[in-house]
T-cell receptor, first 113, second 116 residues
């Protein structure tokens, strides 16, 4: 069965520092992958997605993610975080044979001034 | 182009009452998905609908929960005889076509249901 693991429940970084949020998935075929961000009390906003092609994907707000098939990972990175990046981040995986998306439990990002 | 709209944003129901959550997809979108989010949890898929059809309801509880997406009007998620465990945020998403075709889901702001 498909599953998504985000091993870090909370991460705290200083403003201006680099960021990497981890995501590992379990799926028998080539998945498509997403990262979403959710601010408190809000819906989800898509940061980036991978369907095929270049394994390094650029997204909005300066985020990028790299699909590594050998490691079953799709980690999210940002070279320099801003206080406004404080939010919850969800990794998600979808199957090509159906239209269901499975979400990880999320990583809450805290930013120190 | 307005985004996905959900109403109400907040809903309070007593145990045993019915809850009706509405979702209006983005203009031109014919695919609707419902998710439930519990505290400290990610989103759990509930149901996927196209106009007048339920495509996948594998995430829906077998009892008390139902969903529809009529030819005209919003999609409705209905919860009958609510219990405290139904308290959660319910999110709707829409897409213009199948996700496997490279399309993405756009999420609404959610309805926060509280059962007292």
């Amino acid at each position: 069965a498909q599953s998504v693991t985000q091993p870090d429940i909370h991460i705290t970084v200083s403003e201006g520092a680099s960021l990497e949020l981890r995501c590992n998935y379990s799926y028998g075929a080539t998945p498509y992958l997403f990262w979403y961000v959710q601010s408190p009390g809000q819906g989800l906003q898509l940061l980036l997605k991978y369907f095929s092609g270049d394994t390094l994907v650029q997204g909005i707000k300066g985020f990028e993610a790299e699909f590594k098939r050998s490691q079953s990972s799709f980690n999210l990175r940002k070279p320099s975080v801003h206080w406004s990046d404080a939010a919850e981040y969800f990794c998600a995986v979808g199957a090509r044979r159906d239209d269901k998306i499975i979400f990880g439990k999320g990583t809450r990002l805290h930013i120190l001034p | 182009n307005a985004g996905v709209m959900q109403n109400p944003r907040h809903l309070v129901r007593r145990r045993g009452q019915e809850a009706r959550l509405r979702c209006s997809p983005m203009k031109g979108h014919s695919h609707v998905y419902w998710y439930r989010q519990l505290p400290e949890e990610g989103l759990k898929f509930m149901v996927y609908l196209q106009k007048e059809n339920i495509i996948d309801e594998s995430g829906m509880p077998k009892e008390r929960f139902s969903a529809e997406f009529p030819k005209e009007g919003p999609s409705i998620l209905r919860i009958q005889q609510v219990v405290r465990g139904d308290s959660a945020a319910y999110f709707c998403a829409s897409s213009p076509a199948e996700l496997a075709g490279g399309y993405e889901q756009y999420f609404g702001p959610g309805t926060r249901l509280t059962v007292t």
